[in-house]
């Protein structure tokens, strides 16, 4: 497809932006100006006497009601346009879901591979499928102009197209709880070459089944790997690690094993580590995925 005339989402909704904004600085200005000018005018000592009472004046109605028709019918018309070239997915967009869920993102590609960042090629239109598995959370990217409410059970979308390589923000514009905040994550827009290889390499590289699971259901938001505490206690060295947890009203003191992982995976909430919030949902999680995630915590040192 040639890229070169595609007109991207930035492009669409930056001189909406201007127009409205100049709109509103012309006025704001205007008004304001005029208010000071007709204060100083009409004070009370230059104008002692009531100013004679006008009964109506048909060119000044009509100028005051057609003027700002026409500007809001503009503004309506470059809002519009511009919220469909949101809409219109050009063709031959490379395909990503991302999933949403309390507090992180994961986004699939079409080969199946899964990443906590949405890397994408560089000059090549994304559409995002937006999915969430709990709530109601918002896919905000402010460097391409693009924010979506990503709905339980509703089918929704967006595109971008990064025309630089970079790192760029990516947000969660719905308050969504306790960790809504710490869901960020960024887009990595790569050229074309260095995200094939990218695309390859994931495929190829050795991640224990443990880890692609912890990346695959979103844990990895709430808990670091490497000893930092983030809304939920870090991975690193839990193996063996003394905790005071709160079962129920009653505090106890145990150590990490195999039992305690298995219970917190299915029911994380029965015994919850002191001093913080009672907040994990149950994944989805089979058997024999239980014990991958096990295997793979005992490592983690
Ligand atoms: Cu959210």
Same mark, same amino acid.
């Given at each position: 497809m040639d890229s070169a005339h595609l007109i991207t989402t930035t492009e669409a909704i930056d001189p909406v932006f201007t127009f409205i904004f100049a709109a509103c600085l012309v006025l704001l200005v205007g008004i304001t100006v005029v208010t000071a000018l007709f204060?100083?005018? !009409?004070? /009370?000592?230059?104008a002692p006497e009531?100013?004679?009472?006008?009964?109506?004046?048909? @060119?000044?109605?009509?100028? @005051?009601?057609?003027?700002?028709?026409?500007l809001v019918l503009a503004m309506f018309y470059y809002g519009w346009a511009g919220y469909l070239a949101l809409r219109n997915v050009p063709e031959g967009a490379m395909e990503v879901t991302a999933t949403a869920r309390m507090w992180s993102w994961t986004f699939t590609y079409s080969d199946g591979r899964t990443s906590p960042k949405l !890397?994408?090629?560089?000059? *090549?239109?994304? *559409?995002?499928l937006l999915v969430s598995n709990d709530v109601l959370h918002g896919f905000y990217l402010p460097a391409f102009r693009v924010k979506r409410d990503v709905v339980p059970g509703m089918k929704n979308y967006a595109w971008f197209v990064a025309t630089k390589a970079g790192s760029y923000d990516l947000f969660c514009s719905a308050y969504c709880g306790t960790g809504h905040s710490a869901m960020i994550t960024t887009v990595e827009a790569l050229p074309e070459a260095e995200f094939a290889a990218w695309l390859k390499l994931e495929a190829t590289e050795e991640e224990s089944p443990g880890q692609k699971l912890l990346e695959a259901h979103g844990c990895l938001g709430c808990h670091s790997l490497d000893g930092s505490p983030k809304i939920g206690p870090t991975l690193q060295g839990i @193996? +063996? /690690?003394?905790?005071?947890?709160?079962? +129920?009203e009653a505090e106890r003191s145990l150590t990490v094993d195999a039992a305690y992982l298995r219970r917190s995976l299915l029911e994380p909430n029965a015994d919850v580590v002191k001093g913080f919030p009672p907040v994990m949902p149950a994944a989805a999680l089979k058997k024999e995925e239980i014990e991958q995630i096990v295997a793979y915590l005992k490592g983690l040192n």
């Open positions: 204060v100083i005018r !009409y004070h /009370r000592s230059r009531p100013t004679s009472q006008v009964e109506g004046n048909i @060119w000044l109605e009509i100028i @005051w009601v057609v003027l700002p028709s026409l !890397y994408v090629p560089v000059g *090549k239109p994304v *559409k995002v @193996w +063996g /690690r003394s905790v005071t947890v709160l079962t +129920g």
